[in-house]
């Protein structure tokens, strides 16, 4: 089993930046990848980026964020993942998730709300 935790979250004027973090702990040694997906009101969860434990630790984006969000893990801490968010826009409010994909399953945090203010 694997928990997740996310914080960070919270009100940021049009323009502004958070820093997201999710923090895994029990199996973690199982873990393969680890992503932020985002779901705004009346819209489909979406994935936004993703980080894979692989020798590259390869990140891929969404095209709405790109330029904009980066995935990192922690330097000291590999099983903290940041999600670092600038130039937020009004369209990027949402609950963002943490969700860590093991060999047999995947696994989600609780959410946490990010609001754009315009």
């Known amino acids: 089993q694997v928990q997740l935790v996310e914080s960070g979250g919270g009100l940021v004027q049009a323009g502004g930046s958070l820093r997201l973090s999710c923090v895994a702990s029990?199996?973690?040694?199982?873990?393969?990848?680890m992503a932020w997906l985002r779901q705004a009101p009346g819209k489909d969860r979406e994935q936004v980026a993703i980080?894979?434990?692989?020798?590259?630790?390869?990140?891929?984006y969404a095209y709405s964020v790109k330029g904009r969000f980066t995935i990192s893990k922690d330097n000291a801490d590999e099983n903290t993942v940041y999600l670092q968010m600038n130039s937020l826009q009004p369209e990027d409010t949402a609950v963002y998730y943490c969700k860590a994909r093991a060999r047999t399953r995947a696994y989600w945090g609780q959410g946490t709300q990010v609001t754009v203010s315009s």
């Open positions: 029990g199996d973690t040694v199982t873990i393969i990848s």
């Open positions: 980080l894979y434990n692989d020798a590259d630790t390869t990140t891929t």
